[in-house]
């Protein structure tokens, strides 16, 4: 009885909350919602589509669900720019080889030789030559630089860099990375890198081959420490159209994405070409230029949708499942076969005043030991029930594994099962 007089109560104040919206002229949808369009709150226009919601997070009346703290449709809706990216903007990676100096005495052997070739080379341009042979230095380098050149970079601006050890150097701690230029596919200089590295590790060396390494002492990176020298063009529209990328291909999101642009964005014509692109076009006479156009696409507001999927990691013994993921009624039963190997050295003894040796032959016991489980049932049809069913039988994560990929075999599971 008190269950249901709270009920009534909730939908009670639902209807009390959804009333001032309906008198204030925000309009009334079709369903019976009411629907605002975010950050225009004098439009009052009803609009309902595929992809919309007619209630967006924060404006428009409360529902039970709200109420209730219990997920409803809005959760899911997110902005195009969440989902996307504009197809012709995008980055570019750079490298480059260069020298670390400053080393405590942990930098490439004498037997690595490029490193000190690279140093004798610098040393020449500076008007000092010398024989190779002649450098014998343990505190420098040879490194690989990387970077990720992002679009729009202009000159003058700074990217972080990333330093990788390519000889025998035991770390990079408190070393300082020479200028560096960073060349693209193409062998043109975009960046120049330079400056002190930070490794967030260290590698303590004792007496009597004791140490103690934290993290990995031979990679490092410098915040901002490439100045980027030349920008990159970038066209983000062909004529007057602006493609849209979808993170991920799916098709219903990219029709959604489509029918949501022209359901809020009646100036503009998109359509869906493939499971991943969606063209946009635009008049050729426009008051908006073509950054306009995109800043409005992209905070269009839309509700992906997404495949049912289980990622399976058996290097790190991972389970990640999707809340979509659905089970078909059946039962499962998991054993578990255990071998164990004791090592038994035998040592033989010769006979009494042979010329025989004593010999250790080897030898061991081997044990294995089976356990079965019991047949349990799965009976309903969400994740919860079989992450239920996999602790009932006490699983552990290998356990687990196994299972899935028999279950998805099987067709239990309704979902793709990716093994990485």
């Not at 934290?214 to 990679?219: C, E, I, L, R, S």
């Not at 004791?342 to 042979?354: A, H």
């Given at each position: 009885m008190s269950r249901c007089c709270a009920l009534m109560a909730v939908m009670a104040v639902a209807v009390v909350l959804a009333a001032p919206s309906v008198a204030q002229g925000a309009g009334e949808a079709p369903g019976g919602g009411v629907y605002t369009l975010p950050g225009s709150p004098q439009d009052t226009a009803p609009r309902s589509g595929p992809g919309l919601s007619s209630s967006w997070p924060g404006v428009g009346p409360a529902t039970a669900a709200d109420l209730l703290g219990l997920p409803g449709p809005t959760d899911r809706v997110t902005r195009v720019k969440d989902i996307a990216r504009i197809q012709s903007v995008r980055g570019n990676q750079l490298l480059g080889y260069g020298l670390v100096v400053g080393l405590a005495g942990t930098g490439d052997g004498q037997q690595t030789g490029f490193p000190v070739a690279s140093l004798k080379s610098m040393l020449e341009k500076y008007g000092i030559t010398l024989a190779q042979g002649n450098i014998r230095v343990d505190n420098i380098a040879a490194v690989m630089v990387t970077a990720d050149l992002p679009a729009f970079a202009k000159p003058g601006d700074r990217i972080d860099v990333t330093i990788a050890s390519i000889g025998d150097a035991d770390s990079?701690?408190?070393?300082?990375?020479?200028?560096?230029?960073?060349?693209?596919?193409?062998?043109?200089?975009?960046?120049?890198?330079?400056?002190?590295?930070?490794?967030?590790?260290?590698?303590?060396?004792?007496?009597?081959?004791?140490?103690?390494?934290?993290?990995?002492p031979t990679v490092g990176m410098i915040p901002n420490g490439a100045i980027v020298e030349q920008e990159v063009p970038t066209t983000i529209a062909e004529g007057n159209n602006v493609f849209v990328t979808l993170f991920e291909a799916d098709f219903t999101t990219a029709s959604r994405v489509a029918q949501a642009i022209n359901e809020e964005l009646p100036e503009l014509r998109a359509a869906a070409i493939d499971a991943e692109t969606i063209k946009i076009s635009a008049p050729s006479v426009s008051q908006y230029t073509v950054v306009d156009i995109i800043a409005k696409v992209e905070n269009v507001r839309v509700s992906p949708d997404n495949r049912a999927r289980i990622i399976i990691n058996e290097r790190t013994g991972t389970i990640v499942m999707g809340g979509d993921v659905r089970v078909m009624p059946g039962a499962i039963s998991h054993g578990s076969l255990r071998v164990e190997v004791r090592p038994r050295p035998v040592v033989v003894q010769p006979p009494p005043l042979s010329n025989g040796q004593t010999v250790v032959v080897p030898g061991g016991d081997v044990t294995a030991t089976e356990t079965g489980g019991p047949l349990q049932p799965i009976g309903g049809s969400t994740i919860d029930d079989v992450i239920a069913s996999l602790n009932a039988l006490g699983a552990q994560t290998r356990d687990m594994i196994a299972i899935l990929q028999a279950m998805k075999a099987a067709g239990l599971i309704l979902a793709d099962v990716e093994i990485r």
């Amino acid at each position: 009885m008190s269950r249901c007089c709270a009920l009534m109560a909730v939908m009670a104040v639902a209807v009390v909350l959804a009333a001032p919206s309906v008198a204030q002229g925000a309009g009334e949808a079709p369903g019976g919602g009411v629907y605002t369009l975010p950050g225009s709150p004098q439009d009052t226009a009803p609009r309902s589509g595929p992809g919309l919601s007619s209630s967006w997070p924060g404006v428009g009346p409360a529902t039970a669900a709200d109420l209730l703290g219990l997920p409803g449709p809005t959760d899911r809706v997110t902005r195009v720019k969440d989902i996307a990216r504009i197809q012709s903007v995008r980055g570019n990676q750079l490298l480059g080889y260069g020298l670390v100096v400053g080393l405590a005495g942990t930098g490439d052997g004498q037997q690595t030789g490029f490193p000190v070739a690279s140093l004798k080379s610098m040393l020449e341009k500076y008007g000092i030559t010398l024989a190779q042979g002649n450098i014998r230095v343990d505190n420098i380098a040879a490194v690989m630089v990387t970077a990720d050149l992002p679009a729009f970079a202009k000159p003058g601006d700074r990217i972080d860099v990333t330093i990788a050890s390519i000889g025998d150097a035991d770390s990079l701690q408190g070393g300082v990375l020479l200028q560096t230029q960073l060349q693209g596919a193409d062998a043109e200089t975009y960046a120049v890198a330079q400056g002190e590295l930070s490794i967030g590790g260290y590698n303590a060396q004792g007496g009597g081959g004791a140490g103690v390494t934290k993290n990995h002492p031979t990679v490092g990176m410098i915040p901002n420490g490439a100045i980027v020298e030349q920008e990159v063009p970038t066209t983000i529209a062909e004529g007057n159209n602006v493609f849209v990328t979808l993170f991920e291909a799916d098709f219903t999101t990219a029709s959604r994405v489509a029918q949501a642009i022209n359901e809020e964005l009646p100036e503009l014509r998109a359509a869906a070409i493939d499971a991943e692109t969606i063209k946009i076009s635009a008049p050729s006479v426009s008051q908006y230029t073509v950054v306009d156009i995109i800043a409005k696409v992209e905070n269009v507001r839309v509700s992906p949708d997404n495949r049912a999927r289980i990622i399976i990691n058996e290097r790190t013994g991972t389970i990640v499942m999707g809340g979509d993921v659905r089970v078909m009624p059946g039962a499962i039963s998991h054993g578990s076969l255990r071998v164990e190997v004791r090592p038994r050295p035998v040592v033989v003894q010769p006979p009494p005043l042979s010329n025989g040796q004593t010999v250790v032959v080897p030898g061991g016991d081997v044990t294995a030991t089976e356990t079965g489980g019991p047949l349990q049932p799965i009976g309903g049809s969400t994740i919860d029930d079989v992450i239920a069913s996999l602790n009932a039988l006490g699983a552990q994560t290998r356990d687990m594994i196994a299972i899935l990929q028999a279950m998805k075999a099987a067709g239990l599971i309704l979902a793709d099962v990716e093994i990485r």
